[in-house]
């Protein structure tokens, strides 16, 4: 069975991480670190993002890293980072995301999971093409989930001012995250691997406990794995020489089958093409090869 320590050595290779202040992002970039990965690491909060620092340079000593600001839910902030981008770009994990909220809206008006789980990834992504592009073999890993059974994507209400619901609304986005990410590999082509991953249930700070449900959140920290464990179908994704593109890795690791509805190719490509009148961003690099 495949672990993190059957990473190759990373020494070279310069990794992006998004949402690495918290939950399976800190033991993704601690163990890129350990195996030699210059990584780039990204918080919306940079006061969490110092302390997620901190506690991988206590345990990998020799870890280079570099933390930097970056709000998914702000197309400025996304746009704002990737120009301050200067080098070439192995590895991209779209990692970052939130759930299970009351009904908000980004800065740009989009409903905040899909705006930040899916929208802020696909700018960021299409951003930053040209830093993947100049190395071979690149790849980006987005993070979905099993949720995106639960999504189901509606083109006349995508802000879903009808009708909200914290879980659909959450698995649309996961839905998102997977469509996207298979699309690229099928856009791609062999300019780079694209692959989504369902971490399984892990115990992250994506869901807040109140009061009320804090003995919930104990029984979950005995049943529900850590972040280490959650962070391995991320890694595998990101280095086995067995993972070609367009697959959707969940927890083993292991190749899942996504949900039929997944892999409607129209709506695929009406989520894309909508994708880039939303955020303005265009795979242009990409279109010629289409």
Known sequence: MWTPADIPDLTGSTALVTGASSGIGIPTVRVLAARGARVIMTARDLGKGRAAAAEITARVP????????????????????????????????????????????????????????????????????????????????????????????????????????????????????????????RRAQDRLISVAVHPGTTMTGIVKFGPLTRPIAALGRLLIQTPDKGAVPTLYAATSPAVHGGEFIGPGPKELQPRPHALDEEVTRRLWEESEKLTGVRFEMLDRHQ
Do not use: C
Request: glycine share 8%.
């Open 62 to 185: 020799e870890a280079r890293i570099e933390l930097r600001r970056l709000d998914l839910a702000d197309l400025s902030s996304v746009r704002a980072f990737a120009a301050e981008v200067d080098e070439p770009v192995d590895l991209l994990i779209n990692n970052a995301g939130i759930g299970l909220i009351p009904r908000q809206t980004t800065v740009d008006g989009f409903e905040m999971q899909f705006g930040t789980n899916h929208l802020g990834h696909f700018a960021l992504t299409g951003l930053l093409l040209p830093h993947l592009l100049t190395r071979p073999g690149a790849r980006v890993v987005t993070v979905s989930s099993d949720a995106h059974a639960a999504g189901r994507i509606d083109f006349d209400d995508l802000a879903l001012e009808r009708g909200y619901r914290r879980f659909s609304s959450y698995g649309r986005s996961k839905l998102a995250n997977l469509m996207f990410a298979r699309e690229l590999q």
